[in-house]
């Protein structure tokens, strides 16, 4: 099939466990494609079960870009992906390929498609001290009154994110850039429609299937390697609770249960912030998503 792809990318998204390895996969494989993660926590080495990062052999010989650029002792900050992301996806254009931006990260997401403007700020640790005092609550009150936009993407839930969203308006004195007028890519932006029923009881599939793979061996791991418990518990969800567990915090089965509810509740977070991007088109199956694709890249670009 002749494409007019040029500076056309793919987002597949949706809430975790929904199957956008798998679609973005089969989606890659029918256009030439190649995949871009959009997952903060598979920039991570190590950190690979229990973030369900997708294996050599789930990729079936795709290329995959952004998972383990990270050591998990650091910080990987937004801007560091938006610039390896926009490299790597005008590398595949060069190839004639399809870039396929994939995964739940809706800030990563947004940050390479709409061009939004990050300022690089260090670490600011006096500033974290005293920010790590307050609730998430205070947290997002403050971020809400600073830089209501990047308020508004956030997960309000995770005090990591907030902190280092406040470190970022209160370091460079400006909150997160207006979305830029000259967008860098034209997007298809096709997100997996779920039934919260049907959704639920993935989550708990998939939960259950990455205990028996080794996830809290996994964690264990990565603890003796050096990464602290406190580091982990930043990493939210699966990290956090097999921390607690691992230090005693939780009994097995408070933690599965606790963890469980959690994930369902970021499903329900994530499709929040998804909500409100009128641009997606949701889909239920490949077919779907493929006459999309299909509709997407033989028109011609709007620039």
């Given at each position: 099939m002749e494409t007019k792809s040029k500076n056309k990318i793919i987002v597949i998204l949706g809430p975790t466990s929904s199957g956008k390895t798998d679609l973005s996969i089969k989606l890659a494989k029918k256009?030439?494609?190649?995949?871009?993660?959009?997952?903060?926590?598979?920039?991570?080495?190590?950190?690979?079960?229990?973030?369900?990062?997708?294996?050599?052999?789930?990729?079936?010989?795709?290329?995959?870009?952004?998972?383990?650029v990270a050591n998990p002792k650091t910080r990987f900050s937004?801007?560091?992906y938006q610039k390896l992301a926009t490299r790597a996806i005008k590398n595949i254009h060069k190839k004639n390929k399809v870039p396929?931006?994939?995964g739940g990260t809706g800030f990563y997401i947004q940050?390479?498609?709409?061009?939004?403007?990050?300022?690089?700020?260090?670490?600011?640790?006096?500033?974290?001290?005293k920010l790590e005092k307050m609730t998430n609550e205070q947290l997002f009150e403050r971020l809400k009154a600073l830089d209501p936009k990047r308020a508004d993407s956030i997960d309000r839930h995770n005090?990591?994110?907030?902190?280092?969203?406040?470190?970022?308006?209160?370091g460079s004195k400006r909150p997160v850039g207006p979305l830029s007028k000259n967008t860098p890519f034209e997007a298809l932006f096709l997100g997996i429609k779920k039934d919260?029923?049907?959704?639920n009881k993935l989550i708990k599939k998939r939960l259950l299937k990455r205990l028996d793979e080794g996830m809290i061996n996994e964690i264990k791991k990565l603890h003796k390697s050096g990464v602290t418990f406190k580091r982990l518990e930043e990493f939210g969800l699966e990290y956090r609770f097999v921390a607690q567990y691992l230090q005693g915090k939780l009994k097995y089965d408070q933690m599965v249960s606790l963890l469980n509810k959690e994930i369902e509740h970021y499903a329900k977070r994530q499709m929040t912030w998804f909500k409100k991007d009128k641009r997606i088109l949701w889909v239920e199956n490949f077919s779907q998503a493929k006459r999309e694709a299909?509709?997407?890249?033989?028109?011609?670009?709007q620039k």
């Amino acid at each position: 099939m002749e494409t007019k792809s040029k500076n056309k990318i793919i987002v597949i998204l949706g809430p975790t466990s929904s199957g956008k390895t798998d679609l973005s996969i089969k989606l890659a494989k029918k256009f030439n494609g190649e995949v871009i993660s959009a997952d903060s926590r598979q920039v991570y080495k190590g950190m690979d079960i229990g973030t369900g990062k997708v294996t050599k052999k789930e990729m079936q010989g795709i290329p995959h870009y952004l998972l383990d650029v990270a050591n998990p002792k650091t910080r990987f900050s937004v801007a560091q992906y938006q610039k390896l992301a926009t490299r790597a996806i005008k590398n595949i254009h060069k190839k004639n390929k399809v870039p396929f931006l994939v995964g739940g990260t809706g800030f990563y997401i947004q940050s390479v498609v709409d061009g939004i403007v990050i300022p690089e700020v260090k670490p600011n640790w006096k500033l974290r001290g005293k920010l790590e005092k307050m609730t998430n609550e205070q947290l997002f009150e403050r971020l809400k009154a600073l830089d209501p936009k990047r308020a508004d993407s956030i997960d309000r839930h995770n005090p990591r994110r907030l902190i280092r969203a406040l470190e970022i308006v209160l370091g460079s004195k400006r909150p997160v850039g207006p979305l830029s007028k000259n967008t860098p890519f034209e997007a298809l932006f096709l997100g997996i429609k779920k039934d919260q029923k049907e959704l639920n009881k993935l989550i708990k599939k998939r939960l259950l299937k990455r205990l028996d793979e080794g996830m809290i061996n996994e964690i264990k791991k990565l603890h003796k390697s050096g990464v602290t418990f406190k580091r982990l518990e930043e990493f939210g969800l699966e990290y956090r609770f097999v921390a607690q567990y691992l230090q005693g915090k939780l009994k097995y089965d408070q933690m599965v249960s606790l963890l469980n509810k959690e994930i369902e509740h970021y499903a329900k977070r994530q499709m929040t912030w998804f909500k409100k991007d009128k641009r997606i088109l949701w889909v239920e199956n490949f077919s779907q998503a493929k006459r999309e694709a299909i509709n997407f890249l033989r028109t011609k670009n709007q620039k």
